[in-house]
C-alpha cells in the first residue's frame, strides 16, 4: 500500500472475520477502487475472482491478488519460503508457490481499498526490461511447474507484447481489457 492509498474503514475487520470463518484460505484479498486526484473522482475498479478454484486457473494467466489488498497467515507463507528479497514481483512468485503448494485463496467482493493512480502508472509498466521480468517470472514459473510450456509461450508473448506497445495504447488495454 503506498502513503496516497487510503484503506476502507472496515477493511481489516472484514478481511479477519473472512479468515477467521474460512479456516481453509490461506490469502485473501479484495478488489481496488482505482481513483484520480479525490476519491470523488472513481475512474475503474480491479475486480479480480473470489472463488479459490477459480483463482487458481486464473492465476495461471494473471496475478491473482490485488497486492495491496492482501492479508495472509503467516505460517503459511513461510511454509513455502515466505517473499524472496532478491527476486522481482515477489508477490506474484510467492503466489505461485502458495498455490502449487496446495494453499487457497479467495477475494473479497467489494473495493477494500482505494488506490490514487496516474498516467505514470502505465508507462512504469511498459519497456523491455519490464518485459525481461515477466519472462523471468514466467521461465520461474514453467520450472515449478505451474504452468506448462503452452502457457508460457502465451503468457510471455502477451506480455512482450503489451510491454512494448505506446504507453498510450498500454494505458488503453489496461483499462479496457484488465480492469
Request: aromatic content about 14%.
Amino acid at each position: 500500500m503506498d502513503a496516497d492509498d487510503i484503506c476502507h474503514p472496515s477493511r481489516f475487520e472484514k478481511q479477519v472475520a473472512f479468515l477467521d470463518s474460512h479456516p481453509e484460505i490461506s490469502v485473501v484479498g479484495s478488489w481496488i477502487a482505482e481513483f484520480q486526484d479525490t476519491l470523488d473522482n472513481i475512474v475503474s475498479y480491479r475486480k479480480l475472482p473470489a472463488d479459490p478454484d477459480e483463482l487458481f486457473s486464473f492465476a495461471k494467466r494473471r496475478c491473482p491478488l490485488n497486492h495491496p489488498t492482501v492479508m495472509f497467515r503467516k505460517d503459511d507463507v513461510l511454509a513455502v519460503g515466505n517473499y524472496d528479497p532478491y527476486a522481482n514481483q515477489q508477490d506474484y512468485q510467492l503466489w505461485a508457490r502458495l498455490l502449487v503448494n496446495g494453499y487457497k485463496f479467495a477475494n473479497i467482493q467489494e473495493s477494500l481499498l482505494f488506490m490514487r493512480i496516474s498516467s505514470a502508472l502505465f508507462k512504469r509498466r511498459g519497456g523491455i526490461n519490464y518485459g525481461k521480468i515477466e519472462f523471468a517470472v514466467q521461465r520461474d514459473f514453467l520450472r515449478i511447474g505451474f504452468i506448462n510450456r503452452v502457457e508460457f509461450v502465451r503468457n510471455v508473448s502477451l506480455r512482450m507484447f503489451v510491454r512494448l506497445m505506446p504507453n498510450s495504447l498500454r494505458k488503453l488495454f489496461y483499462k479496457r481489457l484488465l480492469r
